[in-house]
């Protein structure tokens, strides 16, 4: 069974721009959610989807955001880059319960270098 | 504030040692508390899942405790590997917040 699929790798971007990332999560998971993950702040809750809706949000600015399709895939979207939005974004997926209750299967990460 | 601390903040132990890692939270209610082993530049990877009714779980050379009343959690290496080397990271759901609140974790280096 495929693991948790995370694109791109790796990416660089410049102050004021925007970035997408995706997450193909395992399947027949349901529950996607997303973490940042800096040397800073250690791994922070970004937001869970399920079903294609969002179910849970953790504190960070409307700037980013998300969003999850029919077959479970996932799309974050972080706009007006910031020097301090430099991090590793990690994608996890869930069976049935969902993020909060239930295994969480981790992506490899998205490293992402604002300029 | 809903918080969860780690200790230590690192860690270094010999090759078949050995060691416990610590976790102490403040989030009131939880729903449950996990612990994931994190290699450098790669996605956490879950070793326990406990609830407020659990105890002990273990997985393979993995133990962790959980003492819900004085709201602490040990994560207990047994015979460790070079491999252990890693961040090892406490994770609690917090209940009412609907949201998961991570600790900074344990950085842990097995030598030789």
């Known amino acids: 069974k495929a693991g948790v699929t995370q694109t791109p790798r790796y990416l660089i971007k410049t102050r004021g721009q925007q970035v997408t990332l995706s997450c193909s999560p395992i399947s027949g998971h349901r529950s996607v959610s997303w973490y940042q993950q800096t040397p800073g702040q250690g791994l922070q809750f970004l937001f869970e989807y399920f079903s294609e809706t969002q179910r849970n949000k953790g504190n960070f600015p409307g700037r980013f955001s998300g969003r999850q399709f029919s077959n479970s895939r996932s799309e974050m979207n972080v706009s007006t880059l910031e020097l301090g939005d430099s991090a590793l974004y990690l994608c996890a997926s869930s069976p049935v319960r969902g993020a909060l209750t239930g295994e969480l299967f981790f992506g490899e990460g998205s490293r992402l270098t604002v300029l | 504030k809903n918080q969860v601390e780690q200790s230590p903040q690192s860690l270094i132990i010999l090759e078949g040692k050995n060691c416990t890692l610590q976790?102490?939270?403040?989030?009131?209610?939880?729903?449950?508390l996990r612990w994931y082993k994190q290699d450098t530049g790669r996605g956490p990877v879950s070793l326990t899942i406990?609830?407020?009714?659990?105890n002990t779980k273990s997985n393979g050379r993995y133990t962790a405790t959980l003492d819900a009343d004085t709201k602490q959690s040990s994560l207990h290496i047994t015979a460790s590997q070079l491999s252990d080397s890693a961040s090892y990271i406490c994770v609690v759901s917090a209940l009412g917040y609907n949201k998961l609140i991570f600790g900074a974790g344990t950085r842990l280096a097995v030598h030789p």
């Open positions: 976790c102490n939270y403040t989030v009131s209610p939880f729903s449950n």
């Open positions: 406990m609830t407020f009714s659990e």
